[in-house]
């Protein structure tokens, strides 16, 4: 199972760069897991639009989803160019009508996954924690059977996150504050509140992203490791774990 870092950036992208957007690859199937601003032109550099087989939606804020459109627009094109180019599902909660309706465009077709059961995509199991945040949004815990992905998404520190999180050999986690601040209200977490979780499920290696854009962030590294001792990278893109 790998895990490619395309977009990391949390509201809007920096130049030449892109919001939430990762690749998930085994056995030559491609899960894109969200879609942020920017992440369409991003991640070409890594994997042909083609060769996506699925795309998978946390919740539906624009630094989450902005590239959908373009990608449905590139599916399209595509089905002009190419022969037997698949229908591209794209799964997302229905808390949002309105933001589930819209995966569905000519090339590209909504499927629906519900949070209270696990949902399988290719050679992924995938099963969700409802996170703290002003949209619904979903946090997933990804599995091939041998290793396991923890992907936050958006969301507020709360204690089920530890127990949701045991023991998964990577946690990507949203740290948009820096330790000294206070994510509550936003909905984000602190690097500090994302190295507890680390610890408290004893993962094996941490990933901070859904980074800010302002303050020295190689401090979230170092707050972070107040409380996990754990490898903890920040998020960038081309960043790959596991392959």
Request: aromatic residues 12%.
């Amino acid at each position: 199972m790998k895990w490619t870092v395309i977009g990391y950036w949390g509201g809007f992208p920096a130049p030449e760069s892109a919001t939430s957007a990762y690749l998930l690859e085994k056995d030559g199937f491609t899960l894109l897991v969200d879609a942020g601003s920017g992440a369409l032109s991003r991640l070409q550099a890594y994997k042909a639009l083609s060769d996506i087989d699925a795309v998978i939606i946390s919740h539906y804020h624009q630094d989450h989803i902005a590239d959908v459109g373009v990608l449905q627009y590139a599916r399209l094109v595509q089905s002009f160019l190419e022969a037997d180019v698949a229908v591209l599902p794209i799964y997302g909660h229905t808390d949002d009508q309105d933001g589930f309706k819209a995966l569905t465009y000519q090339m590209t077709q909504g499927i629906a996954y519900d949070p209270t059961e696990a949902l399988s995509v290719g050679p992924f199991t995938i099963s969700f924690l409802k996170t703290i945040h002003p949209a619904p949004c979903y946090g997933m815990r990804i599995s091939d059977g041998d290793k396991t992905i923890v992907y936050t998404a958006d969301t507020a520190y709360q204690e089920s996150w530890s127990e949701f999180t045991k023991g998964a050999d990577l946690l990507v986690v949203d740290c948009n504050f820096y330790a000294h601040q206070d994510g509550t209200n936003a909905g984000h977490m602190t690097s500090a509140e994302g190295g507890q979780i680390a610890r408290d499920a004893d993962v094996g290696e941490l990933i901070l992203s859904h980074l800010p854009q302002y303050g020295n962030r190689e401090q979230l590294v170092e707050e972070a490791a107040a409380y996990f001792n754990g490898p903890i990278q920040l998020a960038r893109e081309g960043l790959v774990w596991g392959g």
